[in-house]
């Protein structure tokens, strides 16, 4: 029946389940390249095939919105996301008030600076002020949860100043170890 709506008639008493359920997403995969504006023969190419050219399509289109435009009957799948990923990774960074070329940078730089960023702002908000161009965010990720191991000792009525405890220490006097 699905098939039938789909515009393919066959005989469910001499096909296979799997060859319907091919058949089927084989034609649906046309549809949806259809819709994108490529035209494509689903008896003559692969599924495979067509889910890829759908895929590389939505990539470019996203590209597309936002700023970047490139051809994905020439780009690599694995080219154009990676683009995507670095251009969301500036314009996240852009947000956060730094800003960077996302064609000169790493992927990893720009995570790691959105990372340290975002560590930064949080000790900021809890009242600890750190430079994340100087500080690891490993030592800023230790020092937010200290301070908050120590808030949470505050709320139980033990005053403890986090500096002066690892975190370690301050965790076993919050859930009472030696």
């Known amino acids: ?14 096909s296979s389940l799997t060859d319907m359920l091919e058949t089927e997403s084989k034609i649906e995969a046309a549809n949806r390249l259809t819709r994108l ?17 759908e895929s590389k399509i939505e990539a470019a289109n996203r590209l597309t919105r936002l700023g970047y435009n490139v051809d994905w009957r020439t780009s690599s799948l694995t080219d154009m996301l990676e ?8 314009n996240r960074l852009t947000r956060l008030g730094y800003n960077v070329d996302w064609r000169t940078s790493s ?5 790691e600076t959105e990372s340290k960023i975002e560590a930064a702002n949080r000790l900021t ?5 750190v430079d994340w ?4 965010l490993t030592d800023m990720l230790e020092t937010e ?14 005053s403890v100043d986090w500096g002066n405890y ?13």
């Not at 683009?83 to 500036?90: L, Y």
């Not at 161009?133 to 690891?136: A, I, N, V, W």
């Open 1 to 14: 029946n699905r098939l039938t709506r789909l515009g393919y008639n066959v005989d469910w008493r001499t």
């Open 37 to 53: 504006g490529y035209n494509v023969d689903w008896r003559t190419s692969s599924l495979t095939d067509m889910l890829e050219t």
């Open 83 to 90: 683009t995507e990923s670095k251009i969301e990774a500036a």
């Open 107 to 111: 992927l990893t730089d720009m995570l």
């Open 125 to 129: 908000r809890l009242g600890y002020n």
């Open 133 to 136: 161009r100087t500080s690891s």
């Open 145 to 158: 949860s200290k301070i908050e191991a120590a808030n949470r000792l505050k709320r139980k009525g033990i």
């Open 166 to 178: 690892s975190l370690t220490q301050l965790l076993n006097m919050e859930y009472g170890q030696n």
